[in-house]
């Protein structure tokens, strides 16, 4: 065959040219919506309407994220976060700032960083032997609200906080445990003020010799822990003031309406009030300067 034939051959073949269907033939004339973060100052143009206008803000309305733009007269109009705008002639999909999502990354991180007591979370920190300096506070509500706040930070340390079930014989609590050097026994007693009887023990248990130097004793106003619990987290202004001759745990479930009939009930209503702390932020500063105060005393080298 002459090469006159081939090439009239191929022009036959090739008569309808390349094939129409290869590459993106469905793109629209101006081209594929690119993503791009709405940024504050960024100008577009929504498709729809025409408005242009510079991204004064995105927030969620409605259940949906929008975009406010603001044209050069002031004047804002909000817009749904997404597809349906033009830059410079140019299809985009508008997406959530990436300042901003960056910046609620880095706060969520943070956060998880903290423990409950605001001190810096160590991770994967190796079991620690118990320290022989100890923590002892009145009794189970007491621990379970120290644990909950301060416990990472007390596993860290190696601390371990005891019950003493009341303070009515604290001088006997301390000469058993025996404090000394390198062996500190922190103290925490409730409705410690001036005229108690908790004030007169705790007086004369500061000075029981030979331990006096290795002991802490502090104490918070409050009648029982749970008045440490800031009263907004149960709804309330202030902790109601119970009348003399009522058990004060009883007239507070009375006033909040809750069961109080057996200990069971007693017991509940502290899972409740427990149950509202998250962190720190949750209890008066008058326990958490007590608490952290003994926890400097016996981590003291």
């Known amino acids: 065959m002459s090469a006159n034939s081939t090439s009239t051959l191929a022009q036959v073949t090739d008569r309808y040219g390349r094939d129409v269907l290869s590459g993106d033939w469905k793109a629209p004339p101006k081209g594929r919506s690119t993503p791009l973060a709405a940024e504050r100052g960024v100008v577009v143009e929504d498709v729809e309407t025409?408005?242009?206008?510079?991204?004064?803000?995105?927030?969620?309305?409605?259940?949906?994220?929008?975009?406010?733009?603001?044209?050069?007269?002031?004047?804002?109009?909000?817009?749904?976060?997404?597809?349906?705008?033009?830059?410079?002639?140019?299809?985009v999909t508008l997406t959530r700032p990436q300042a901003a999502a960056d910046a609620r990354l880095s706060a969520a991180r943070a956060a998880a960083s903290r423990t409950a007591s605001g001190s810096r979370a160590v991770a994967d920190a190796p079991a620690r032997v118990a320290s022989a300096s100890r923590i002892f506070v009145e009794g189970r509500h007491d621990a379970e609200l120290v644990e909950k706040v301060w416990g990472h930070d007390l596993r860290i340390e190696g601390v371990v906080v005891e019950m003493l079930d009341g303070v009515d014989d604290l001088e006997a609590a301390i000469r058993d445990f025996?404090?000394?050097?390198?062996?500190?026994?922190?103290?925490?007693?409730?409705?410690?003020?001036?005229?108690?009887?908790?004030?007169?023990?705790?007086?004369?248990?500061?000075?029981?010799?030979?331990?006096?130097?290795?002991?802490?004793?502090?104490?918070?106003?409050?009648?029982?822990?749970?008045?440490?619990?800031r009263p907004e987290r149960l709804g309330m202004e202030r902790w109601p003031v119970i009348p003399r001759g009522?058990?004060?745990?009883?007239?507070?479930?009375?006033?909040?309406?809750?069961?109080?009939?057996e200990q069971a009930d007693i017991a509940r209503a502290w899972k409740q009030i427990l149950g509202t702390v998250r962190t720190y932020a949750d209890l008066e500063p008058s326990l958490l300067g007590r608490v952290e105060e003994l926890i400097d005393f016996v981590t003291a080298p």
């Open 50 to 91: 025409g408005w242009v206008g510079a991204v004064v803000r995105v927030e969620k309305a409605g259940g949906i994220l929008v975009v406010h733009l603001e044209d050069r007269r002031g004047r804002t109009r909000a817009f749904p976060l997404g597809p349906g705008f033009h830059v410079d002639g140019r299809p």
């Open 178 to 229: 025996a404090p000394g050097p390198g062996r500190r026994m922190g103290v925490l007693v409730d409705h410690l003020v001036a005229g108690t009887k908790e004030t007169r023990v705790v007086d004369a248990a500061s000075r029981l010799h030979p331990f006096a130097p290795h002991v802490l004793i502090v104490g918070h106003p409050y009648v029982d822990v749970w008045q440490s619990v």
């Open 246 to 261: 009522t058990s004060w745990k009883h007239g507070i479930c009375a006033h909040l309406g809750w069961a109080h009939d």
